[in-house]
């Protein structure tokens, strides 16, 4: 399993998408950190704001990055991994060797969740940084709900949960990805099949409304305010996605 | 010592059927031709050896491993380039080299770098390996299609199509190395190709099928004496028309 992993982490990392999607990510994460510098206040949405501080810096500078993880980085590594390799026929060098199909598919899954996880760590060490070098510290800070206030660990703990949130909304993701990546044929149709599937599943019910809207989603669950079900659709999506997924991947045959 | 057995093997997709009960043997130390026209089904058997794809019925077992219940075993006692010889085409061949092989849990760790450098040399491509795979030729791509499916030390190799696209030199060459490979390192070789000629040149052993079924096995004494002559390409478009 781990030389499995080990194969497929070095051929994503000499993949120059990966490599550009890497530095595109670290300037997106750069600029927004000035664009936070230069504002007073941070808006949860378009009526509650509260002041930037050290404390909420980099809950402020996920939601601004989110999107382009969510929506961008994740589905292209995704869709490289499950569905360029198998499309342009490279994937069959590794079919044909001596491993578990199974064992793949989970190497795979797993090096996306790493790279993922390593993304929104990146995103959260430079927020805690940017934070505490640009903006006042203050002893106690209030964030969507203003009946609840912080001290500056609470604070901490605060974006470290919203920050967990947000990778259990990416693992979701990529693991719808990954069914999608498994059924369509090619990497465009995937990538809009992803667009449509987080779009579409808004008209179905607002429930899965984080699959597009995850940093509200988190804002509002983390201020008690969140009126639909949020774990159990989000773990929903994440099981039945890779279950399905593992399921078409054991019975699947490899014809490109 | 019977390396490659297939035995009743069906694929069909929808109604049509691809591959229809066919069977039969290969052993050790042949090189086996395996000849049909286009869409006979030659490389979705092959597929199927490979595990790329499962068929219906049947069963396929190389070195005595079923391919579907023992995949591990049973692959790891092949090496293959089906269809086309496709690379990562953004890595050097001897990077693409030195990731497939760790796939190949019997080779440890410290034997891998040597083992990717021996299958280089034994395929010619010791002084291009540094060498991006997306500026080879296509001869290229072919010896590295072949030192691909030697890494795991494999008893058979199978191929398909090998000579698609090559000159009449990077042909020769091919041929040369399958045949050094079959003698100085004993291992079985499964080639599908178009090219009678070429395969008569190295095949001790033909399998011929038509619209997914086996017409004849035998060895190519045993065919030249059925066709009465040394030329078996009037006798194979014979059986293929007939």
Known sequence: MIQLMQSDWQRMWKRKKTMVSLLIFVGIVLLDCLFLMMQNLGAFDNVSTVPLTAQNFSLFLLKEVSFFLVLIIGPILMIDSFNGEYHGGQLRLVLIRPISVMRLFAAKWINLAIIMGMFVLVTFTVGEIFGHLFKPSVDSVVFLNPDRSYSSAGAFMY?????????????????????????????????????????????????????LFGMSTIFQWMAGSYSHAFIMPLFGCMILGLAVTMFWWNRRNWVK | MKVLEIEHITKKAGRRTLVGDMSFDIMQGDVCGFVGPNGAGKTTLIRMITGLIKPEEGCIRIEGCDVQRDRKKALGQVGAIVESPIFFPYMSGKDNLLNLVKLHVNIPKGQRASRVDEVLNIVGLAGRGKDKVKTYSLGMKQRLGIAQALLGNPKLIILDEPANGLDPMGIRELRNLILELNEKHGITFFVSSHLLDELQRICSRFVIIKEGRLVWQGTQEQWQEMAGSSNLEDHFVEMMTS
Do not use: D, H, K, R
């Not at chain 1, 990529?174 to 449509?196: E, N």
């Open chain 1, 159 to 211: 974006c470290l949960e919203s920050y967990g949130l947000f990778m259990l909304i990416v693992l979701a993701q990529l693991s719808l990805t990954g069914l999608i990546c498994t059924v369509l044929p090619s990497p465009i149709i995937c990538y809009l099949g992803w667009v449509g599937v987080a779009v579409g599943s808004m008209y179905v019910s607002n429930t899965f409304s984080f699959l």
